[in-house]
């Protein structure tokens, strides 16, 4: 009867300890979980800083160059230097009301 009741014991201990190996804070699954979480993390952060790059870049150029900003004012704001004639040309609507 004690052999019994120790079996059911181990039984019980090591069906605890497989539990907290697998499902419990810190198993397995909660591991692998973690892990793509910071594999999907690392990803955003390397886009994130190829982004950067490319900013810090343009901001270099910027510093640097007056060419630079004088297409970044033309293109963005649509300044022109005086003397240049500005011609707007509109597409015709091919819908006319």
Avoid: P
Avoid at 36 to 42: G, K, L, N, P, T
Avoid at 69 to 86: N, Q, W, Y
């Amino acid at each position: 009867m004690k052999q019994r009741l120790a079996l059911v014991v181990l039984c019980l201990v090591l069906s605890g300890l497989q539990y907290r190996l697998w499902i419990g804070d810190g198993g397995v699954f909660d591991t692998r979980h973690l892990q793509q979480v910071v594999d999907q993390q690392a990803e955003s952060n390397a886009q994130l800083q190829l982004r950067n790059s490319v900013l810090e870049a343009e901001v270099a150029d910027l510093h640097n160059s007056g060419a630079a900003i004088e297409a970044h004012a033309r293109s963005e704001l649509g300044m022109i230097r005086k003397g240049e004639t500005f011609y707007l040309v509109v597409a015709a609507n091919s819908q006319q009301q």
